[in-house]
């Protein structure tokens, strides 16, 4: 009967029953493969070398092999890798996450390094970089690649993936080297974004001053305005959540309207060609300060974990999805006449990522501590090492960014195309396998393990100790403050030491006066919220 019914179908209906189930058996064995990578992941938790990160590559080239294998080497993966995909749904979770669960305390006291690092520095690593492959590659006979090539390889190669050292670091144990390491990773990551578009949106045939300075101002511009649109959505789900109280009825409403609300500012700094990445961000950590106190306890619990698990199974998707591609047969069969020339090209790539990131880390280092007074807020040489480690490793954004450079709708047809994207799997692949590989001993021999045990003080078990620390505050309720390596923390107001060696009225000391007289009454959060029957006031 069944044959009978397909075989009156018309072609066109065939066709699009076969693509169907294609698709649908294609996502199914890609949703196995995430279980896979979070079963096999958990089993290697105290592994020494292994994580998440690279288990998910192993397992898509694992993967790849077999397709390769299966379809006769036609193609290695499951799924078309498109850039949309990644800049719109897999990296918002992601970010988003990094600003909502981020100790704000430590990210804004160090802010002025981090934006050293993350956006002097990436610059002057896409300098190195670019004018390294103008050097090299017109001697390595890769093609005709124009200045806007070798600028967006710049950029491309400038873009850090620090994910595999941020899930050895414990920001209890490290909190001033984690602050680091994550600000610079999310400001690095957006400055590359932006740098990249400006190439690709400016006419480069022609460089001057006036580009030049068009550039530097185009830059500002999308810093402040993307950062003043997240801190805007989120002022924004604040007030709604405030005014509304929707937990009265429905918690589902409070949570779906935070998720919403994050996703929304995302897209509006797309549409208005801002940097999402910023925006998204900022949004992150204003609603941790604000909205998230707003709602019910169980929504609390609800949106850390639901931001959580949609921030890691993204990363997960991303790296088996990398695993995977990096056997794609068209492109490596396109080399395949001169494969020296991929492997040249990929190792200058890596050489030019190592001198461009040690060129800026231990300057920048330097220049940092000689505004530091105390020696607890200075960057040692080891912490300055590991610094240098955790910015080595490529990853997601660079094989996007790659992608939309040097191919079109996924297919690559240029020889000069195909090397670069070769290139770049084979930098992703190395950097995070081999020096991945590395992370968990290098932290340990760096960074030895601290023998205290970390003591919670909160008040409420669930609540993550990153957002229960009012924003630019100072005072020392939170985790950090009992570790002996947080003693530069400023101390509490009503200590006579703080009277005697630091001036009361500090830029801590006015934002929180006006954040407790005007932002708190009228957005919400933490010892302002009015009180609901089953409201978090209600205890």
């Not at 790849?64 to 890798?81: A, D, E, M, P, Q």
């Amino acid at each position: 009967m069944a044959m009978e019914a397909s075989s009156i179908l018309p072609e066109p209906m065939k066709l699009l029953a076969t693509h169907d189930h294609a698709s649908v058996v294609s996502m199914n064995l890609f949703v196995a493969l995430l279980c896979a990578c979070i079963i096999i992941g958990h089993l290697l938790e105290e592994n020494r070398w292994m994580n998440e990160s690279i288990t998910a590559l192993a397992i898509g080239l694992c993967t790849g092999v077999v397709i390769l294998l299966t379809s006769g080497g036609k193609s290695s993966h499951l799924l078309v890798f498109s850039e949309d995909l990644f800049f719109i749904y897999l990296l918002p979770p992601i970010i988003f996450n990094a600003g909502f669960q981020v100790k704000k305390k430590q990210f804004f006291r160090n802010f002025i390094t981090i934006m050293l690092f993350g956006a002097v520095g990436t610059l002057i690593s896409f300098a190195i970089i670019s004018i390294g492959s103008i050097h090299f590659f017109q001697k390595m006979n890769v093609g005709p690649l124009k200045i806007g090539d070798y600028l967006a390889i710049g950029a491309i190669f400038s873009a850090t993936d620090s994910v595999c050292t941020l899930q050895v670091l414990n920001q209890d144990e490290t909190p001033l080297l984690y602050s680091l390491v994550f600000g610079e990773g999310v400001v690095n990551d957006a400055t590359s974004v932006v740098l990249f578009n400006a190439i690709q949106s400016f006419d480069l045939t022609h460089i001057n001053s006036g580009i030049a300075l068009q550039f530097i101002g185009g830059f500002l511009y999308l810093f402040i305005a993307s950062t003043l649109l997240g801190a805007f959505a989120g002022l924004l789900s604040a007030y709604i959540i405030k005014k509304l109280y929707f937990g009265r009825h429905s918690t589902d409403r409070e949570v779906a309207l935070m998720i919403l609300m994050a996703y929304l500012s995302y897209m509006l700094a797309e549409l208005f060609n801002l940097s999402a990445i910023l925006t998204v961000f900022f949004c992150g950590i204003v609603m941790s300060h604000y909205t998230w106190h707003n709602v019910t306890e169980s929504s609390r619990v609800t949106t850390k974990h639901a931001f959580a698990t949609l921030s890691f199974v993204a990363e997960i998707f991303i790296f088996l999805y990398v695993g995977m591609d990096a056997l794609d047969i068209e492109k490596w069969k396109i080399v395949s006449s001169s494969p020296g020339t991929p492997i040249g090209v990929s190792s200058v790539l890596l050489a030019l990522v190592l001198v461009g990131r040690a060129a800026f880390v231990f300057p920048l280092s330097f220049l940092s501590n000689l505004t530091k007074n105390s020696p607890y807020e200075k960057v040692n040489l080891k912490q300055q090492v590991t610094i240098w480690w955790a910015g080595l490793m490529r990853g997601a954004v660079s094989m996007a960014l790659a992608y939309n450079q040097f191919t079109r709708s996924g297919h690559t047809h240029l020889r000069k195309n195909a090397i670069m994207i070769t290139s770049t799997i084979t930098v992703v692949l190395f950097s995070t396998v081999v020096f991945g590989l590395m992370t968990k001993p290098i932290v340990r021999i760096f960074l030895p393990s601290s023998k205290y045990i970390p003591t919670v003080l909160s008040s409420e078990p669930s609540t993550p100790k990153s957002l229960t620390v009012p924003l630019l505050g100072n005072a020392q309720d939170d985790t950090e403050a009992n570790h002996p390596s947080s003693h530069h923390n400023v101390p509490r107001p009503t200590s006579l030491r703080m009277l005697l060696s630091i001036p009361s009225h500090t830029v801590h000391h006015y934002w929180r006066k006006f954040d407790d007289s005007f932002m708190r009454p009228v957005f919400g959060g933490r010892g302002f919220v009015p009180f609901f029957p089953g409201s978090p006031t209600d205890h």
